[in-house]
């Protein structure tokens, strides 16, 4: 944390109400006008993380390596144009950069926070849109239904996680 930065948020009342500005403040300058929430690395929260990771590396694989071959193989989606093959590989890069997120968190305490929230916000966000799919378009192949139950069951462990850790630290740190 730069020194000439840190003085204006000395107020915890102002950091609380005005979270976005030090999130914008954060993207531009690329330093948090606080320091950030740190959790403990424990074995739980390292554990859960590489987990997560390791878990999510060969379906990003599966859907991006050779998205002709393994979805055509498992769920028997011919991928059979440029744009589709673009779009499964770049969702093959979004978990792959998640996979990195998550194993840094389990290693590095200043990411540990955001890792585990990264996670749930990951796994709920992709069991939300299954869900949807199931109500709009019905019972999909039961690999696809396993994946929704995994993230929710993980996404639910993140941020239990998270939250016990958030207790039991302090959320704004000023030292």
Do not use: Q
């Amino acid at each position: 944390m730069s020194p000439t930065i840190g003085f204006c948020c000395r107020n915890d009342s102002f950091r609380m109400r005005n979270w976005w500005f030090t999130a914008a403040v954060t993207a531009i300058v690329g330093e948090s006008l606080v320091r950030p929430h740190k959790l403990h690395v424990t074995a739980k929260n390292r554990a859960f993380l590489i987990f997560c990771a390791v878990g999510l590396v060969p379906i990003a694989l599966g859907y991006g390596a050779a998205p002709s071959v393994s979805l055509e193989g498992l769920f028997g989606i011919a991928v059979d144009t440029t744009n589709l093959t673009h779009i499964m590989r770049a969702v093959m890069g979004l978990y792959l950069g998640m996979a990195v997120f998550w194993v840094w968190g389990a290693f590095r305490p200043s990411m540990t926070g955001p890792a585990l929230a990264g996670c749930a916000v990951f796994m709920l966000g992709l069991a939300a849109g299954r869900i949807l799919s199931f109500v709009i378009d019905g019972m999909p192949h039961w690999l696809l239904v396993v994946y929704a139950g995994l993230e929710i069951v993980l996404g639910v462990v993140a941020v239990v996680l998270y939250s016990a850790n958030d207790s039991s630290s302090t959320r704004w740190s000023a030292s």
